[in-house]
């Protein structure tokens, strides 16, 4: 009984690492309402704006993140406050609850703070793990080298062609 209770403990542990595979993340309709109040705000007033800072807390998982994303395109000034604080909590919260399709897919097209960069890449190795298709390694890769963590891509590289048997 006490071995069925350590592995069940040892199960949960490694689940609660692992984010909701994407097939089962779903938009919820409050950020929905959300998307769709940023849309009818006034492009790049404050009122949008808080609008995608709520949706940037509100999100619970990578499907939401994304789409606080692809919401805040173009509406925060380069170099605002708001527009660092949305990314600072999108980028933590994909870290958290991002696939590893989600996290590249976040890191090759939109802006991460570069202290964020390092630890974004290990979270794809992470939950890159025991991939075997060189593939996922040469996608890591590519993040990786778009983030500018030259160590990591290589790293990957490495990765990708031992399993490619290069």
Known sequence: ?????LASCNTAARNAAAPVPEAEQVV???LKGLYMAASGAAPQSPAQ?????????KASNGKELLLTMRAAEG??????????????VVTAKMMKLGTLDQLI???TQYS?????????????FQLGGEKSDPRVWYRIRLAAFHLKVGD???????RGDQLAGR
Not at 49 to 57: G, P, S, Y
């Open 28 to 30: 919820g309709a409050d």
């Open 105 to 107: 897919e976040y890191a």
């Open 152 to 158: 990591l891509a290589q790293q990957a590289q490495a």
């Open 49 to 57: 704006q808080n609008v995608i800072l709520t949706m940037a807390e």
């Open 75 to 88: 509406v925060f000034p380069a170099d605002s406050d708001s527009r660092s604080r949305v990314y600072t």
């Open 1 to 5: 009984m006490a071995a069925g209770t």
């Open 112 to 124: 991460v703070n570069p202290e964020s960069t390092r630890a974004l890449v290990q979270r794809m």
